[in-house]
């Protein structure tokens, strides 16, 4: 007798996506575009940098939004990690980042906005490689957001090993603020 299970679960455990872990390495070969600010009021064009360049041989922080210039995002996620950079770095973290599935000019535009300045660097995902890699993408649609966007997380990096992560249910701002990473440092 044959049965249908049989002959689909190979392919059915590729639809099953995996979520990063504490003790795995993020995805070191994705290129990612660092915001820079504007200058004369034009955004910049964004050098491309591989991940493993921000990540290597460091500790850091990444936190990711599921969209710039968003209410949560912009009132409380990034501007928290902001006011509490010099507190964060004081733990021994290198560099903090703020990860967006935007494109780099609008995360340019939203670092002027709420003057990022040095204390928070902001890469964009553009294209969701780094996000869908690490299994923490969504489906934002219902916010007209579009398909492929981030989930709001914060981790701890050390050469490119979390260390720590938080991911937030969907909807909620608590476990990926700058007060709790402060708490896991």
Not at 1 to 10: A, D, K, L, R, V
Not at 51 to 73: I, N, Q
Not at 99 to 114: C, E
């Amino acid at each position: 007798m044959y049965h249908c299970t049989n002959h689909f679960s190979g392919a059915l455990k590729n639809l099953v996506k995996s979520v990063i872990k504490v003790g795995e390495k993020v995805p070191m070969d994705v290129t990612l575009g660092k915001a820079l600010p504007p200058v004369d009021g034009v955004c910049a064009i964004a050098p491309k940098v591989l991940s493993g360049e921000l990540f290597k041989d460091r500790k850091v922080v990444l936190f990711a939004v599921p969209g710039a210039f968003t209410p949560t995002c912009s009132a409380k996620h990034l501007p928290g990690f902001i006011e509490k950079s010099e507190e964060i770095k004081k733990k021994g973290i290198s560099e903090i980042f703020c990860i967006a599935t935007n494109d780099p000019f609008v995360m340019s535009a939203w670092g002027k906005d709420v003057n990022a300045g040095t204390a928070v660097t902001l890469l964009s995902d553009g294209n969701s490689e780094f996000t869908k890699k690490i299994g923490l993408e969504m489906d934002a649609s219902a916010f007209l957001l579009g398909a492929d966007r981030s989930q709001r997380y914060a981790m701890i990096l050390d050469s490119g090993v979390v260390k720590h992560l938080a991911v937030e249910e969907g909807g909620k701002f608590e476990v990926s603020s700058a007060e709790a990473i402060l708490k896991q440092l």
